[in-house]
């Protein structure tokens, strides 16, 4: 039974630091490609950033230069380390699979969803 586990995250000023963790079970984590993706209220669940087993990443342009995704595969977790936060990145921020080919990188899942952690940025 695939298991994810987001936690990290809070409310903070804009312009601070949140680093959130994802903690999977009942997949080959070591395998996968794997994803960070955030949904705010009203909009469709977005890819912000993606690592392959190998640790190549991939990050969308309203990200990229602010977040660092990475993993440690002995303890099957995946990270997100977010800089320069602003009010836009408030959203539920969850992780699940990520298909890489290429240069292009796909949403995808592993059948479920965890429950996401809430990251709100306001002054």
């Known amino acids: 039974q695939v298991q994810l586990v987001e936690s990290g995250g809070g409310l903070v000023q804009p312009g601070g630091s949140l680093r959130l963790s994802c903690a999977a079970s009942g997949i080959i984590f070591r ?3 794997m994803g960070w993706y955030r949904q705010a209220p009203g909009k469709q669940r977005e890819l912000v950033a993606g690592i392959t087993p190998g640790g190549s990443t991939n990050y969308a ?7 660092t995704i990475s993993r440690d595969n002995a303890k099957n977790t995946v990270y997100l380390q977010m800089n320069s936060l ?4 408030t959203a539920g921020y969850y992780c699940n699979r990520a298909i890489n080919i290429g240069s292009t990188w796909l949403g995808a899942d592993f059948g479920s969803w965890g429950q996401g952690t809430q990251v709100t940025v306001s002054s």
């Open 31 to 33: 395998a996968s490609d």
């Open 86 to 89: 602003k009010p836009e990145d």
């Open 61 to 67: 342009d309203s990200v990229k230069g602010r977040f």
